[in-house]
C-alpha cells in the first residue's frame, strides 16, 4: 500500500513574542488514497489537502466526543467557530 507524506497543522500555540498563535506542523503518512479524496474535496472547498485532513479530523473527534449530535450540526459549529462576532449588548428600554 502506498503511503503519502503530508504536513498536518497539529497544535496551536501562544507565542509570548508575537503575542498571537502560531502553528506547530509535524509531518506524518497517510495512504495515497485518502490523500487523493482529500485533493479533490480540498478543490470543491477552498482548501489545501492538509487543511481538509485537518478538518476531517476536527469533525471526527468531535463526532466521536459527541455520538448524539449530528454529523452537519457538528459541521455548522466548525463552520461558525472561523466567523467574526461581535458583543452583544443588552439595552434598557
Known amino acids: ?10 497544535a496551536q500555540c501562544y ?6 498563535l502560531t502553528t506547530m506542523s509535524v509531518a506524518i503518512r497517510i495512504d495515497d ?3 487523493k ?3 479533490t474535496t480540498a478543490k470543491a472547498e477552498c482548501r489545501t489537502p492538509p487543511l481538509q485532513i485537518q478538518y476531517w479530523a476536527k469533525i471526527g473527534k468531535a463526532a ?7 454529523i452537519e450540526f457538528i459541521k455548522s459549529i466548525l463552520a461558525s467557530e472561523g466567523q467574526p462576532s461581535e458583543p452583544f449588548e443588552f439595552r434598557r428600554t
Open 15 to 20: 507565542n509570548n513574542n508575537i503575542k498571537g
Open 37 to 39: 479524496q482529500a485533493e
Open 1 to 10: 500500500m502506498p503511503i503519502s507524506y503530508i504536513v498536518i497543522f497539529v
Open 64 to 70: 466521536l466526543e459527541n455520538p448524539d449530535l449530528p
Open 33 to 35: 488514497e485518502l490523500y
